[in-house]
């Protein structure tokens, strides 16, 4: 069965270091999305991405955060200068279209120390 | 904005009984409601799809019901299994298309 994976698994970065959180989404899916959990608290959304540009985002998703799609398989988030802050798990999902199910990866484990 | 609850935060139950989780949503302009289940340290796997003009969907044990007028979704699981155990999120999708999520019901079947 299709699925969304996501590399690394588990990431520890210093504070102050950039880091590229890398995700394959399902193959035929046209919306991508990245999410956020930090330990204990709700999943919460970053941002959406279609047609090689960014569709939605939100209050959290500043200057610091980037996404691309560098090719036809992978989508990536880049934190440019992490903060303890940014310590979460990264969740990347798609959806064939727009509203349709959305599928999710098993996330990143993003340590900043 | 978009508030969305949970209820109850934890339950714990005996194998094979039956089970509701709760949703409550602030705004009933969704477009549709989406239940997942989270292991420990895991992704999110999708359970149901439930769209805004639909008021049941079913997927083996599983019925999730949707009351957009009262802003309120149900989760049923029927004939609970150890195997069940884990924490159930309630997702909404607004009109712009991005999920906004409850914080769980962490669920837990007794053998």
């Known amino acids: 069965e299709p699925e969304v994976t996501q590399t690394p698994s588990h990431q520890v970065t210093q504070m102050g270091q950039e880091v590229i959180l890398r995700c394959v989404p399902i193959?035929?899916?046209?919306?991508f999305y990245w999410y956020r959990q930090i330990l204990g608290q709700k999943v919460e959304f970053l941002v959406s991405?279609?047609?090689?540009?960014?569709?939605?985002k939100s209050e959290i998703f500043d200057d610091q955060f980037s996404v691309e799609r560098p090719d036809g398989s992978n989508f990536t988030l880049k934190i440019r200068s992490t903060k303890l802050e940014d310590s979460a798990m990264y969740f990347c999902?798609?959806?064939?279209?727009?509203?349709?199910?959305?599928?999710f990866g098993q996330g990143t484990r993003l340590t900043v120390v | 904005k978009q508030e969305v609850t949970q209820i109850p935060a934890a339950l714990s139950v005996p194998e094979g009984e039956n089970l509701v989780l709760n949703c409550s949503f602030t705004?009933?302009?969704?477009?549709?409601l989406q239940w997942f289940r989270q292991d420990p340290g895991k992704g999110l796997t999708s359970l149901l799809l439930?769209?805004?003009?639909?008021r049941e969907q079913t997927s083996g044990r599983l019925n999730a019901s949707l009351d957009k007028s009262s802003g309120r979704s149900t989760l049923y699981i029927a004939a609970s299994q150890p195997g069940d155990s884990a924490t159930y999120l309630c997702?909404?999708?607004?009109?712009?298309?991005?999920?906004?999520f409850g914080q769980g019901t962490e669920l837990s079947v007794k053998p």
């Open positions: 999902a798609s959806s064939e279209n727009w509203g349709t199910e959305a599928f």
């Open positions: 193959s035929n899916h046209l919306y």
């Open positions: 991405f279609y047609n090689n540009e960014i569709s939605e």
């Open positions: 705004d009933s302009a969704i477009y549709n």
């Open positions: 439930i769209q805004s003009s639909q």
């Open positions: 997702a909404v999708r607004n009109q712009g298309g991005k999920l906004i």
